[in-house]
């Protein structure tokens, strides 16, 4: 059963006119787009979206009989604006990213995202598309999937893991999760496997990769603001630093005036500010939530406003 993360607290923050549009750009199970509509009169509407077919057509069921309209929409959230605008919609009161990977994506075996169970090496959010992370781990030069693992990782022993993926793929394609996870159990030395899962940065590494998910978040964050009404609001929800780090300096840039140096007697940018931070520090899950829900506890709640 798919748990949403932070929900109470997202949904008071991001709900200021129970009238108006809403935008769940990360349906995933759907939890947060079920709350949303019961908080949300009947001359509402909501939108959700997700790259998953599945995950919608679970969705589609559940909301049956809610009473704002919801309409559901298959797409890349980093197409924002023109997936909205294909439904008419070109202002809103609220949008959701709720990133990572869902509940139910982690549990289905054969979506290759766990290094848990056994399962085909495919780690792909939208299964339509062609790269899964069996080519990256089986076709890049090794140079370039170090690269991946240490900048989307930030695994300390890149360079080991790749250098043992690339020498055991020479007798044979690495095919699955398991054989994958003993490959990098191999090349990572045993006085640091201790704690967590040896092979939890590089999975989370190789998920963010086959699915472009920091290029998604960089080209989606703009757009939110540009569809959001005076005082509508954006929530962000994240699971590791990176994620965190981008939505952070997105908010801080766009809550500044003048972005000039200094040194500079007038401002030549012409910058002005757009959001407002509604949360100073990122909200994150209680103690009761975090043993309820193991996978909360990593979760970060940003909102901002539109001004």
Same mark, same amino acid.
């Given at each position: 059963?798919?748990?949403?993360?932070?929900?109470?607290?997202?949904?008071?923050?991001?709900?200021?006119?129970?009238?108006?549009?809403?935008?769940?750009?990360?349906?995933?199970?759907?939890?947060?787009?079920?709350?949303?509509?019961?908080?949300?009169? @009947?001359?509402?509407?909501?939108?959700?979206?997700?790259?998953?077919?599945?995950?919608?057509?679970?969705?589609?069921?559940?909301?049956?009989? @809610? @009473?704002?309209?919801?309409? !559901?929409?298959?797409?890349?959230?980093?197409?924002?604006?023109?997936? !909205?605008?294909?439904?008419?919609?070109?202002?809103?009161?609220?949008?959701?990213?709720?990133?990572?990977?869902?509940?139910?994506?982690?549990?289905?075996?054969?979506?290759?995202?766990?290094?848990? !169970?056994? @399962?085909?090496?495919?780690?792909?959010?939208?299964?339509?598309?062609?790269?899964?992370a069996w080519n990256l781990v089986n076709e890049l030069p090794e140079e370039e999937l170090a690269g991946i693992i240490w900048r989307f990782g930030e695994e300390r022993y890149s360079r080991?893991?790749?250098?043992?993926?690339?020498?055991?793929?020479?007798v044979a394609p690495i095919n699955t999760t398991l054989e994958l996870v003993e490959v990098i159990s191999k090349a990572i030395p045993s006085r640091s496997k201790r704690g967590k899962h040896?092979?939890?940065?590089?999975?989370?590494?190789?998920?963010?990769?086959?699915?472009?998910?920091?290029?998604?978040?960089?080209?989606?964050?703009?757009?939110?603001?540009?569809?959001?009404?005076?005082?509508?609001?954006?929530?962000?929800i994240t699971f590791h630093s990176l994620e965190d780090r981008e939505v952070k300096n997105f908010i801080k840039l766009e809550s500044s005036g003048c972005l000039c140096p200094k040194h500079?007697?007038?401002?030549?940018?012409?910058?002005?500010?757009?959001?407002?931070?509604?949360?100073?520090?990122?909200?994150?899950?209680?103690?009761?939530?975090?043993?309820?829900?193991?996978?909360?506890?990593?979760?970060?709640?940003?909102?901002?406003?539109?001004?």
């Open positions: 059963m798919h748990k949403p993360v932070l929900l109470e607290e997202t949904v008071s923050l991001l709900v200021t006119d129970p009238r108006g549009i809403y935008v769940d750009c990360t349906v995933g199970g759907g939890g947060h787009l079920a709350r949303l509509a019961e908080r949300l009169e @009947a001359e509402a509407t909501l939108v959700g979206i997700d790259k998953d077919r599945r995950a919608l057509q679970e969705t589609s069921a559940r909301m049956v009989g @809610a @009473a704002p309209t919801v309409i !559901l929409v298959h797409g890349d959230f980093r197409y924002l604006k023109a997936l !909205l605008r294909g439904k008419g919609i070109t202002r809103v009161h609220g949008i959701l990213l709720d990133l990572g990977v869902s509940s139910f994506q982690l549990d289905e075996a054969e979506r290759g995202f766990s290094y848990h !169970l056994d @399962a085909p090496l495919d780690m792909r959010m939208n299964p339509d598309q062609n790269r899964s080991l893991i790749a250098r043992e993926i690339v020498k055991r793929r020479q040896p092979a939890r940065r590089t999975f989370q590494a190789l998920r963010i990769a086959v699915n472009d998910e920091m290029g998604a978040l960089e080209e989606v964050l703009p757009q939110a603001v540009d569809v959001l009404g005076s005082g509508g609001r954006m929530g962000v500079l007697p007038v401002c030549v940018c012409h910058h002005q500010a757009r959001l407002r931070p509604v949360t100073v520090k990122p909200v994150v899950p209680d103690v009761h939530e975090q043993t309820a829900n193991r996978r909360a506890r990593s979760a970060k709640l940003r909102v901002a406003e539109r001004i």
